[in-house]
């Protein structure tokens, strides 16, 4: 059974830019969640997708939003860049909701805003 | 406010000897705490999942205790090896309404010394 997938894998941006990140969960996995993670704050949660429904979202503004299509894939979007958004951002899977058992992480996006 | 604490950054143990990672929390009624393994550059992965009912789980050299009462698990590595260095996250949610997400502690580094 094939991971979880994010891509791209590295991306460089300027301030001001936009970005979209991509997560394939495991097929079969309904719940998609999105994490934050860097050195000082370590993994902060940004939201959660059941059934292409937003189900939480954590303490982060606006800029950051996401979507799930009814194939369970998700994209997350970060408009107007700022420097404090390179981070690595992690994508879960789950087969029910995350807060209800394991979760599966794929390798995360990696961006650095110039 | 809740907060998750994990003992210490980062912990360094000879080979062989058991490695005790802490996390404490507050203001929080999880109906479970889980712990994952993250390796540099990588996604965190699932290890144990532990009930409020269940004192304690094992799974090979892995063992977790849970103790509502002293808001805290004790994840414990047994004859530890260079193998197991990385960082140790804990997580839980809130409580076992639908509504709130897993967060997680920022980790506790683990080297294992040969």
Redesign the interface.
């Known amino acids: 059974k094939a991971g ?1 997938t994010q891509t791209p894998r590295y991306l460089i941006k300027t301030r001001g830019q936009q970005v979209t990140l991509s997560c394939s969960p495991i097929s079969g996995h309904r719940s998609v ?1 999105w ?1 934050q993670q860097t050195p000082g ?3 902060q ?1 940004l939201f ?1 997708y059941f059934s292409e429904t937003q ?2 979202k ?1 303490n982060f503004p606006g800029r950051f939003s996401g979507r799930q299509f009814s194939n369970s894939r998700s994209e997350m979007n970060v408009s107007t860049l700022e420097l404090g958004d390179s981070a690595l951002y ?1 994508c ?1 899977s789950s087969f029910w ?3 209800t ?8 996006s990696r961006l650095t805003v110039l | 406010s809740q907060k998750i604490e994990q003992n210490s950054e980062a912990l360094n143990i000879q080979e062989g000897k058991t490695a005790t990672l802490t996390c404490n929390y507050t203001n929080y009624s999880p109906a479970y705490l889980q712990w994952y393994r993250q390796d540099p550059g990588r996604g965190p992965v699932f290890l144990l999942l532990i009930r409020e009912n269940e004192k304690e789980k094992r799974k090979e050299r892995l063992k977790v205790t849970f103790d509502t009462t002293l808001k805290q698990s004790l994840f414990h590595i047994t004859a530890s090896q260079p193998a197991d260095s990385a960082t140790y996250l804990c997580a839980l949610t809130g409580g076992n309404s639908g509504n709130t997400p897993l967060v997680f502690g920022k980790g506790t580094r683990l080297s294992v010394i040969a």
């Open positions: 979880v969640s994490y704050q370590g993994l949660f959660e189900r939480n954590g992690l879960a909701l995350a807060n058992g394991e979760l599966f992480f794929g390798e995360g």
